[in-house]
């Protein structure tokens, strides 16, 4: 991801409708998780949802493999490193949890990265990981983002196990603006990121958070989120 699009994230996803649902998911498996500890953001861009894990009470670092991310990171008050998803510049068995939102779609050797975030896991620890999911919802937006992939369930629990991490829930994730978001993608030429009139963003904000509360989590939706553990 370059630096026009980092400072372009930076500047929408206090206010999206995409980002804030995102960190709202996040805030929701950290209260399941419980007592806060030492936790790693990896593919942190800004450090947006990094700040979200210091604001939940944890010790939280962010690694991006962008200089500029890492600079725009630190700041925003974020303790950022710069380094490559797949060789973390961190101790094995260091954190409590780690977290890669968005990141395993964009690194050619994803298993390798999958492994890394074992690695720096303590035994027990909990890593929260999403991807772009489905490949008919390939479109330009996937190829100005820098993504090499979209998963199925199958290929995700296969790249997190062959870790040797043991997943212990998979969900969809915006099931209900599946079809709104795939119709914008594939009219769009690039970057789909836009800022949304705030009446537009409420709305799509508003589905995204009825969505929390239905029985849609199992059915094709535009992200997969997943919760492991390293074994103790």
Known sequence: MDTIEIQRIAEVEDESWW???????????LRRIGTPGRAVDIGAAGGGNTRVLAAHGWDAVAVDGSPAAVRLARARG?????????????????????????????????RAAA???????RPGG??????????????????????VRRYSRRALAEVIEGA???VDR?????VLLRPFVRWRRHRAAGWGLE??????????????????????????GVTLFA???RPV
């Not at 973390?88 to 050619?108: C, K, N, Q």
């Not at 492994?115 to 896991?121: D, F, T």
């Not at 929260?128 to 100005?144: E, K, N, P, Q, T």
């Not at 949304?196 to 199992?218: C, D, I, S, W, Y």
């Open 19 to 29: 980002y804030r649902e995102r960190r709202a998911a996040v805030a929701r498996e």
């Open 227 to 229: 919760r492991a553990h």
């Open 115 to 121: 492994a890394e975030m074992a690695r720096v896991l």
């Open 195 to 220: 800022r949304f009139h705030p009446a537009v963003n409420a709305g799509l904000r508003a589905v995204a958070t009825l969505e929390r509360h239905l029985p849609v989590k199992q059915l094709p």
């Open 126 to 147: 909990t890593a929260l990981v999403s991807v772009a999911c489905d490949l008919s919802l390939w479109s330009a937006h996937d190829v100005v983002l820098g993504r």
């Open 164 to 166: 040797g991490l043991l």
């Open 78 to 110: 974020v303790e950022a490193y710069e380094g490559d998803a797949a060789y973390l510049p961190l101790p094995s068995g260091h954190f409590d949890f780690a977290m890669a939102l968005d990141v395993l779609e964009h690194v050619e050797d994803d």
């Open 170 to 174: 998979m969900w969809s994730w915006n």
